[in-house]
């Protein structure tokens, strides 16, 4: 079994969890390079993130943001291509309740790339009281929105995405050459959790221990240690998988 994709969460996975980006994550872009091996970063983070990922990093061709909203696609001339993934009349029912939270919840802080954002918005839940947090989760729920917690915010959005859905139109729309089963997902958090239950090959980093709790769905392998903490346990992971498959 080889590997082609490698997807992978961005924040507390291929960044330390005080969101430090180390020179790992380049050492996992050599070598999976070396390798012919494809990452997609799969992150809740918004659209305007996808462009700052495809435009600096020329290893990657693709991002799947704002939790699997939206995948972006280095096109023709290097220039970015977007497919969200929700329909029109989704994306308009979030624009309202949007307007309606800030006016019940005046002192919510929406996340600032929540203006980068076409297929969600986000919160900076770090900043609120427990209280405060489940008012407005109350909220989201009678107007049917759904949201999810990742380790910087809590993400909202209208219709049906998820982190698999994604990844699944990903491989059917773009690369029907790969089997999901010659693909990993590795991930830290409860926004992963759509990829830990459905994803064959997942992975989740030693710093998942924080929230293994938390997690209805778990990842299929768990790795430990300090040393498999965010990126040094995608680099770990994938290395010695690539040699003991190499033959
Ligand atoms: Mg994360």
Redesign the pocket.
């Known amino acids: 079994m080889t590997l082609k994709i490698v997807f992978s ?5 291929l ?1 330390l969890e005080n969101r430090q980006l180390t020179s790992t994550f380049f050492d996992i872009l050599s070598h999976l390079r070396e390798h012919e091996q494809e990452l997609v970063i799969v ?2 983070r918004s659209l305007s993130w996808g462009h700052f990922f495809l435009t600096h990093f020329n290893e990657l061709n693709y991002a799947i943001m704002e939790g699997g909203g939206v995948i972006l696609k280095r096109g023709k001339g290097g220039f970015i291509e977007e497919y969200p993934l929700v329909a029109e009349g989704e994306l308009q029912h979030l624009a309202d309740t949007t307007e309606e939270l800030k006016r019940i919840f005046p002192n919510c802080p929406l996340s600032v790339d929540s203006y980068g954002r076409k297929t969600d918005r986000a919160i900076e839940f770090e900043l609120m009281q427990d209280e405060e947090i489940n008012q407005v989760i109350q909220f989201l729920n009678s107007r049917k929105i759904s949201y999810s917690k ?3 915010h809590i993400n909202f959005w209208s219709g049906e995405i998820s982190k698999f859905l994604g990844v699944k139109k990903f491989l059917e729309d773009f690369r029907p050459d790969v089997a999901m089963e010659h693909s990993v997902f590795f ?3 409860p ?2 959790q759509s990829m830990f239950e459905l994803f064959e090959h997942s992975v989740g980093v030693s710093n998942i221990k924080h929230c293994l709790h938390r997690l209805t769905h778990k990842p299929s392998i768990i790795l430990e240690g300090e040393e498999n903490a965010g990126p040094f346990g995608v680099l770990n992971y994938v290395k010695k998988f690539n040699l003991s498959h190499s033959n």
Do not use: I, M, R, W
């Open positions: 969460d961005f924040d507390g996975t960044t992150s809740g990742s380790n910087v991930g830290d958090a926004n992963d």
